[in-house]
């Protein structure tokens, strides 16, 4: 149920135009009160990142691995979330080493547009991932680099079961509310001609009934599918 050549990923030219365009990234600012008293309940070196530079909370993590993204010659960590992921640098074991933030970048469910698990015997295996950056013609490659095989098979699989469940959370929500037979199965996003024959950004959503229900979404729907989530 997996979904080519872009341009490769570059994390030192993304910070600046990344999240633009996707709502969902507008969410509510830490107050310093808040701020403090997860700050205090940190008790290893990824929470205190969590609850300190993002917003998000150990709650939302799954899993995380040590990797190398290979355009950038930088070794980090990936951390999958239930919302999306997370590049950091190497975290140091002890707490009061990081004094300023190690987040690299951060994808959102709704950025990704394909990832593929590469296979390498007797070598690294892979993720290939495909996000978007300030909107749906701007993708950017990044190549995941594992240093140990199962680490790639964990990771893979919490990020493909994850942004299955996110999507079929949000259209069963918010575009299936009113089919509450229809069971969201996955989304594809495609071109489609015009009666001008212009080419047009829609995702292609099959729910359970495929033969008769297909869904074509304007992209722009995101904006409306990122609010209040």
Not at 29 to 55: G, M
Not at 67 to 89: C, H, P, V
Not at 188 to 217: A, H, P
């Amino acid at each position: 149920m997996e979904k080519t050549k872009n341009t490769p990923f570059s994390v030192r030219g993304s910070f600046s135009k990344i999240f633009k365009m996707l709502t969902i990234n507008a969410f509510p600012k830490k107050s310093v009160k808040e701020q403090l008293k997860k700050e205090n309940k940190s008790n290893t070196a990824l929470e205190h990142v969590l609850n300190t530079y993002t917003e998000f909370s150990i709650e939302d993590y799954l899993i995380h691995s040590k990797i190398y993204l290979e355009y950038d010659n930088t070794e980090a960590f990936i951390i999958i979330l239930k919302q999306g992921l997370l590049f950091s640098y190497v975290l140091e074991e002890e707490l009061n080493k990081i004094s300023n933030s190690p987040i690299i970048i951060k994808i959102l469910f709704t950025q990704i547009y394909n990832f593929d698990l590469i296979v390498n015997q007797g070598g690294v295996n892979s993720v290939i991932l495909v996000y978007f950056e300030n909107s749906i013609c701007k993708k950017i490659q990044s190549k995941i680099n594992f240093f140990f095989s199962k680490d790639s098979f964990l990771c893979h699989h919490f990020l493909k079961n994850n942004y299955i469940l996110f999507w079929q959370r949000i259209f069963e929500e918010k575009i299936l509310k009113d089919f509450p037979s229809e069971i969201y199965q996955y989304h594809f996003y495609v071109k489609k001609i015009n009666n001008r024959g212009k080419l047009q950004d829609r995702i292609l959503m099959f729910s359970t009934k495929v033969t008769s229900f297909l869904l074509f979404l304007n992209i722009f729907i995101l904006r409306k599918i990122n609010k209040n989530i």
